[in-house]
């Protein structure tokens, strides 16, 4: 139910037809491309693109669409996770964003799709691991997209929550502290 | 549960805090405080204090109704205040004044916008460095969290007399009375020290805590006494260019001083071990001194962080040099031109991990239509790639300020990210913080189309009044938040909201002219209307990104 906009993923791993604006051949949609660190290249509507402050500032310093636009700092996996989320929600007027207050950061509900798309981030072995969530986010914040670092960070909030001191450490490969440095945290 | 890279551990706290925001259970928030001393160190006294109370609010809409909120008790016998340095930590505002009767600092608790900070206990720190009025020059006031959140040093300068004044005052807060606070009360010291030229004057510590505090029981540190009689068979510190203090940083307590041929730093070393796991008290090691570069110019500002220095050379005449040096080794690692600063020497500087911000006058070849032949700069240089400019912009004020205005008011944000606030005439202007480190600096602050990025970029209006008039900003920084202290200027007959210096550019330049110390002096000082306090505007970040 992403199928929101144009999309189309030209890596080597595939080429898949996220969406397809049907509106298309009646009016051209500005696309922009996109090619990450790790060479892989995609092709998104301005639309799409204009989820992240990121390119939207990019696109009104370069007053149109620029030749294809390297993207430091972001895998194509994420990259193609970004877009996913993007797509989806191009469309949408209460994402998240900055204006936010705290509270109603931490009290917003994480929507059904939202849900799907946190649960299928996996990692290259097809397994959902929490540093693909952390590389999402970090993702996210490079390219400033405020409604997916809420959700990213949401998603890590929500996986540190029920969890004992012990599994968070282990989680986030924090090493367990020394003595002395326990009997300060005790305190 | 897979191995994960220890990247994750190590997240900024740019991510990290939105993750503990978003934690549902404050039992959560207290297990994670736990997991280790840097998520400790995080959260204390910023997450935690404001994830589960009320929603910190917008504070400084358009038509904010500009109620007084008291940093400083201001002494209603004291006039010619200025505020002069902004600092928080531990949830605790704390600021310095200074003025023709010495320093006075205080506290207050941090509140939730909108609210009135609680009016706290002045407490005279010191006052024995100059006489009332006779030396209006003082370079005083100066404060900063010492290596506790508990305590402060205040240092006072007369550099007219060669007189240095410093003292400790603690503030120690029992938990269960976080809105007490318990300076001690003033016993200024006479001690005489190097020959006379050098005068300490220093007071015992109520309230010791740590170990550090507890070796200066009794009076200063004997290792002070010897740094002042060692500083002062150095050359004469330059009038305008008095010492110093930066915070704690990797290296204890840095003590930056730029005289006339030289930048110096002293650091104070930490107390070995934590304050938490050894209380005992021991002597602490005596400051090591450390010249950082000599040079036959003189240094109107100078900037620290953890490991560089920044000190901005100019011979007023010729072209300007910023030079960075390493604060470990003092070697000289930099040099970066600054083209044309005016003869005002005012400049400002910030220095992060990434850039150096310059805040400057250049001489404008025309009268612009303040009146003014001077334009104020702010000139970005990239220091972790190709060490260039990267950007050079106007600052949109035609007035000439005072060096003081321009250098006070700019200050580093937290998380290395870049942030300014400075006044002009009536309006307070503010450089949006980079909230990604130097892409983002660069590529939002390229000139020539800054400002079409407004409010993206650069710097735009925050308040502006016709009624009011700032004398002086101090600017700090709490989780993600900027504190804004504000002092409003009132002119000599009492009128609050005249133009005033900086008014309309000229009458500086007026008062100056008018005749030796006396009108100097009231431009130095900066008239206070009684009964007006300082105020403390929070303003959070995204509020920043769409005035």
New interface residues.
């Given amino acids: 139910m992403f199928h929101r906009a144009n999309l189309r993923n030209n890596s080597k791993n595939g080429r898949s037809q996220v969406g397809q604006n049907r509106n298309s051949k009646k009016k051209p949609v500005a696309k922009l491309t996109l090619i990450t660190e790790d060479n892989e290249s995609f092709t998104v509507c301005k639309k799409v693109a204009e989820m992240s402050?990121f390119f939207k500032?990019?696109l009104?310093?370069t007053e149109g669409i620029p030749a294809p636009f390297i993207v430091p700092n972001v895998s194509g996996y994420d990259l193609k996770k970004i877009i996913e989320y993007c797509s989806y929600h191009c469309l949408d007027t209460d994402c998240p964003n900055?204006?936010d207050?705290?509270?109603?950061?931490?009290d917003r509900k994480i929507g059904h799709w939202d849900e799907t798309f946190v649960r299928n981030i996996i990692?290259k072995d097809g397994?959902p691991?929490?540093?693909n969530l952390?590389g999402l986010?970090?993702a996210a914040?490079?390219l400033?997209i405020p409604g997916l670092?809420?959700l990213m960070?949401?998603s890590?909030?929500?996986t540190?929550?029920?969890?004992?001191?012990a599994?968070?450490?282990?989680?986030?490969?924090?090493?367990v502290?020394s003595e002395?440095?326990e009997?300060?945290?005790?305190? | 549960m897979p191995s994960l890279p220890p990247t994750i551990a190590s997240l900024p706290p740019e991510l990290l805090l939105p993750i503990f925001r978003c934690l549902n259970d404050p039992a959560s928030l207290a297990r994670c405080e736990r997991v280790c001393p840097r998520w400790n160190k995080l959260l204390q006294g910023s997450v935690r204090d404001q994830a589960w109370e009320p929603v910190i609010a917008p504070l400084l809409p358009p038509q904010t109704d500009l109620t007084d909120v008291p940093l400083l008790g201001n002494e209603r016998s004291l006039k010619d205040v200025y505020l002069t340095r902004l600092v928080v930590a531990r949830g605790l505002v704390r600021g310095a004044e200074r003025g023709f009767q010495g320093v006075y600092a205080g506290e207050a608790t941090l509140v939730q916008p909108g609210a009135r900070l609680p009016p706290h206990e002045t407490q005279l720190v010191t006052r024995s460095y100059c006489n009332p009025l006779d030396h209006p020059y003082s370079n005083a006031g100066e404060i900063v969290p010492a290596f506790t959140g508990d305590t402060f040093l205040v240092i006072a300068e007369d550099m007219d007399h060669d007189v240095v004044s410093y003292a400790f005052m603690n503030t120690a807060r029992s938990p269960s009375t976080a809105d007490t606070s318990s300076c001690s009360p003033a016993s200024s010291t006479y001690n005489p020290l190097g020959g006379g030229r050098w005068h300490a004057a220093g007071q015992t510590v109520d309230h010791i805590r740590t170990p550090w505090l507890a070796s200066c029981s009794g009076g200063l540190h004997p290792s002070f006494s010897l740094w002042d009689q060692r500083r002062c068979d150095q050359s004469s510190l330059d009038f305008d260019i008095a010492g110093r203090i930066f915070g704690p940083t990797l290296h204890g307590l840095n003590l930056l001083f730029s005289t006339e041929d030289a930048v110096e730093l002293w650091v104070l070393p930490a107390p070995q071990g934590s304050e938490e796991s050894d209380p005992a008290p021991h002597p602490l090691p005596p400051p090591s001194r450390r010249w950082i570069h000599k040079t036959p110019h003189s240094f109107p500002s100078t900037a620290i962080s953890d490991t560089l220095v920044a000190a901005l050379t100019s011979d007023y005449e010729t072209e300007s040099e910023i030079h960075i040096l390493s604060v470990r080794t003092g070697a000289h690692l930099l040099t970066l031109p600054l083209s044309g600063i005016s003869n005002s020497g005012a400049c400002a500087l910030i220095l992060t991990r990434f850039h150096v911000l310059v805040h400057h006058e250049v001489p404008r070849d025309t009268e612009d239509e303040n009146g003014s032949f001077v334009e104020n700069r702010i000139t970005v240089f990239d220091l972790a790639g190709s060490a260039t400019r990267i950007a050079s912009f106007h600052a949109r004020c035609g007035a000439l300020l005072p060096p003081n205005d321009i250098h006070m008011s700019l200050c580093a944000g937290a998380d290395e990210r870049c942030f300014g606030f400075f006044t002009v005439c009536n309006t307070i202007v503010a450089l949006e913080p980079c909230p990604r480190g130097g892409d983002a600096l660069v590529r939002w602050w390229t000139p020539p189309r800054l400002e079409s990025r407004l409010p993206r970029a650069g710097f735009y209006e925050l308040y502006r009044s016709a009624d009011l008039h700032m004398a002086s900003t101090r600017v700090a920084w709490h989780d993600m938040s900027a504190l804004v202290a504000l002092v409003p200027l009132v002119r000599e007959d009492g009128v609050e909201g005249a133009a005033g210096f900086g008014g309309d550019g000229m009458h500086a330049e007026e008062d100056e002219g008018e005749g030796g110390d006396e009108a100097e002096a009231r431009s130095i000082g900066r008239r206070h209307r009684d009964g007006v306090d300082n105020w403390v505007w929070r303003l959070a970040a995204p509020e920043l990104r769409d005035p």
Wanted: hydrophobic share 35%.
């Fill in positions: 402050m500032n990019m009104q310093d900055d204006n207050s705290l509270r109603s950061r931490r990692n397994d691991v929490i540093d952390v986010t970090k914040y490079f400033d670092i809420w960070t949401k890590i909030a929500n540190i929550d029920p969890k004992p001191i599994e968070i450490r282990e989680i986030f490969n924090v090493p502290p002395r440095e009997e300060i945290l005790q305190r």
